[in-house]
C-alpha cells in the first residue's frame, strides 16, 4: 500500500543554520505530494504542495523538489528562524484520495 | 472566500459520557469533508470522510460517528467516550479535481476525557 515516511521525530537546530526534513514514499500512482505545518495548539497549514517531476516549488522561504525517481520530497530552507519551530508533515494523494500523512518532524529552533 | 469554523474549540467531558463536534464550511459547493484526529504531537489519522451529503465513509473504527446532515456541515460524535478519545479533532475540506485533494483545515476542537 501507499506510505510516508519521514525519518526524523525531531530535528533541533540553532537559528540562521540550513534545514532539510526528509520525505521518502511509496505508491503505485501519479503521486501529489504536501507539505504542512502545525505551529504549538494551531491547525495544520499547508506549506508547499507539488505534483510535477524535478520542479522547484517554494513559499515563505521553504523549497522542496519532489524527485520521482528517488520517491523523495526533502523540505529544505537556507535560514531558520525561531517562528519555525513546529510540527512538520509530509503527505501524499492523488486526485481520488485524502492525503496520506507521515508520522511528522518536529522541529526546533533555539536562539 | 471559503472558510471552515470548528465547534466547540474544546471541551472537557466524563468518561462514558457522549460528544457532539461540529464543522460548517462556507464559500464552497458540495466538498468533500474529513474528520481526522491527532494525538499530542502525533500524526494525522483520517476518521471519516463524506462526498456529498448523507454518505460518510468511515476509515477506522474508534467507536465514533459521523454525519453530514447539509452539504456543509459535517458532524462527529459518539454515544460513550473513552479515555483513548482524548486529543485533536480536525475538520478539513477538499475539492475533486486536479489538485491532488489539497486539504484545508478548520482549527480544531481539543477534547480532554477525564
Known amino acids: 500500500g501507499d506510505s510516508v515516511t519521514q525519518t526524523e521525530g525531531l530535528v533541533t537546530l540553532t537559528k540562521g543554520l540550513p534545514v532539510m526534513l526528509n520525505c521518502t514514499y511509496q505508491t503505485t500512482y501519479s503521486p501529489f505530494l504536501f507539505w504542512y505545518v502545525q505551529h504549538l495548539n494551531e491547525a495544520p497549514k499547508l506549506l508547499l504542495k507539488s505534483s510535477t517531476d524535478n520542479k522547484r516549488t517554494e513559499h515563505q522561504g521553504f523549497y522542496a523538489t519532489l524527485h520521482k525517481s528517488s520517491s523523495s520530497f526533502h523540505l529544505q530552507k537556507s535560514s531558520v528562524q525561531l517562528s519555525d519551530s513546529a510540527l512538520y508533515f509530509c503527505?501524499?494523494?492523488?486526485?481520488?484520495?485524502?492525503?496520506?500523512f507521515g508520522a511528522g518532524t518536529k522541529l526546533s529552533v533555539k536562539p | 472566500a471559503q472558510t471552515i469554523h470548528q465547534w466547540p474549540v474544546a471541551e472537557i467531558k466524563a468518561v462514558g459520557s457522549p460528544l457532539s463536534l461540529g464543522c460548517t464550511i462556507k464559500?464552497?459547493?458540495?466538498?468533500?469533508l474529513y474528520w481526522y484526529w491527532q494525538a499530542t504531537g502525533g500524526t494525522l489519522q483520517q476518521l471519516f470522510y463524506?462526498?456529498?451529503?448523507?454518505?460518510v465513509e468511515s476509515v477506522v473504527q474508534l467507536n465514533l460517528s459521523a454525519s453530514r446532515p447539509k452539504d456543509d456541515q459535517f458532524i462527529l460524535s459518539t454515544e460513550k467516550l473513552l479515555l483513548s478519545h482524548s486529543g485533536f479533532y480536525l475538520c478539513?475540506?477538499?475539492?475533486?479535481?486536479?489538485?491532488?485533494?489539497?486539504?484545508?483545515f478548520g482549527e480544531g476542537s481539543r477534547l480532554i476525557v477525564v
Open positions: 464559500g464552497k459547493s458540495s466538498p468533500n
Open positions: 463524506s462526498i456529498t451529503v448523507g454518505q
Open positions: 503527505a501524499l494523494s492523488n486526485n481520488n484520495n485524502a492525503p496520506r
Open positions: 478539513a475540506w477538499s475539492l475533486l479535481g486536479n489538485s491532488g485533494n489539497t486539504l484545508y
